[in-house]
């Protein structure tokens, strides 16, 4: 199931409007997007927009809320990270080092604070960054 997954959210992100809209609402986390926003903003026509978003929905990339008249696109991150890590699971045949500069490379813009994450988790994060420098 795991392939099929993968498949289909890199599927739905091989379109240029919907790979755009994609980062648009990731820009816009956490408080996501108006389905009219980013059609505006990515000059798109809405009826053309409402179905790359239902297409990147049904994906699982992202979700969708009614607030108002508006309907509220925010990021699935639980999705992306599940595509993500299906291709890097079995990466470089253990051998680290040939992995260590693409994994380097998945840094987010803005890492979280350092006090904001429970204790384990920061045990855990200070461990796996301790074994990407060995």
């Known amino acids: ?54 297409i990147l929905s049904r994906a699982g990339l992202i979700t969708s809320a009614r607030q108002s008249r508006s309907i509220i696109y925010r990021a699935n991150f639980g999705k992306l990270r599940a595509a993500i890590n299906y291709l890097l699971k079995d990466c470089c045949a253990g051998h680290p080092d040939i992995c260590a500069p693409l994994i380097a490379d998945i840094v987010p813009c803005c890492p979280p604070e350092e006090n904001a994450m429970p204790e384990r988790a920061r045990s855990d994060a200070i461990m796996v960054k301790a074994e990407r420098t060995v």
């Open 1 to 54: 199931m795991e392939k099929e997954n993968t498949i289909e959210a890199f599927s739905a992100l091989a379109q240029p409007s919907r790979m755009d809209a994609f980062k648009l609402i990731v820009m816009h986390e956490p408080e996501g997007i108006a389905a009219g926003e980013i059609a505006r903003m990515l000059d798109v026509p809405q009826n053309t927009m409402s179905t790359h978003l239902a």
